[in-house]
């Protein structure tokens, strides 16, 4: 199967060696895509009876934390399929032209992907509906009384989707991803270990076993990270003229104040914040984002979901917690409040 060009549609490419050098290491056939077996075989599944009909796939919805491989899985259908894939972003889809611009432009069963789609403009929103569900988009022509509507039938296509939060998106335009709703889930040490393992060979490292734990354990289960944290650890031992051994990879990670958890400075800060200023909590997002000086966005997309998969916080309706485990990761000793509170 041949290899599909891979367009950008209204959305500015990137350039430079990292770029390519991210793309070298994304999986090109399913066998190198490790971990998330469930969401898969429901993959295989819905494009082989799609295959059988000589139809495209539905459409799919992917959601889950930064960093688990839904533009990956995207990459991958449309190479599964052979065809096209088209890729822009809800922010980057500003108005209904712009959308109609993308969707007339698609070949016959090319995979359209849209990352972070709860940033979609509403009425940009409710002119997907109609392409999604009957393959045609109703466009407007005009102002006032002479105003009139004329409609395009669009070539068969899929609409492959990305979030980061699934509750932002419409009950609406949920409803009509019909090929399913897949939550990516963290990995785990092992198959981050495989990962670094498969992307140390791409860059031509030699990475021992002992080495691709250490990364592992700090890279908060995400594939994304790995690559990032592997990257820095290569630089430092090509700058140093040594090998990429376990003592290299503890001082590149030190260096990046990367702790033994996974858990950057900015981490810790939340952490810090929390028990410190607010006694543990609980308090809310946007008051701990203030004291933080971050937007409240960034700690619920990016520092909240791995700490809690890690039980360092918890969230409840009245706010954020401090959980017994960040006190001792932090070296503070746990009030007695906290422990009757987590009992």
Known sequence: MSTPNEPIANESQQSGDGTHLDKALRPDVWDDYVGQDTIKENLHILLEAAKERSHPPEHILFYGPPGLGKTTLAHLIAKQIGTQIKITSGPSIEKVGDLASILTNLSDGDVLFIDEIHRLNKTVEEVLYPAMESGNIDIIIGKGPSARTI????????????????????????????????????????????????????????????????????????????????????????????????????????????????????????????????????????????????????????????????????????????????????????PMSVQERML
């Open 151 to 334: 409609q395009l039938e669009l070539p068969p296509f899929t609409l492959i989707a990305a979030t980061t939060r699934v509750a932002m998106i419409s009950s609406p335009l949920r409803s009509r991803f019909s090929g399913g709703t897949h939550r990516l889930e963290f990995y785990s040490e092992e198959n981050i270990a495989s990962i670094l393992t498969r992307s140390a060979g791409i860059l031509g490292i030699t990475l021992d076993a002992e080495a691709a734990g250490e990364i592992a354990r700090r890279s908060r289960q995400t594939p994304r990270t790995a690559n990032f944290l592997l990257k820095r650890c290569r630089d430092l031992a090509q700058v140093k003229k040594e090998e990429l051994s376990i003592k290299t990879v503890k001082d590149a990670l030190r260096m990046l104040d990367i702790d033994e958890k996974g858990l950057s400075k900015a981490d810790r800060d939340v952490l810090n914040i929390l028990i410190e200023n607010f006694n543990g909590g609980p308090v809310g997002v946007n008051t701990l984002a203030t004291s933080l000086n971050e937007e409240s966005a960034t700690i619920e997309e990016f520092h909240e979901p791995y700490l809690l998969q890690i039980g360092m916080i918890e969230r409840t309706p009245r706010g954020r917690l401090a959980t017994i485990k960040a006190y001792e990761h932090l070296g503070i000793d746990v």
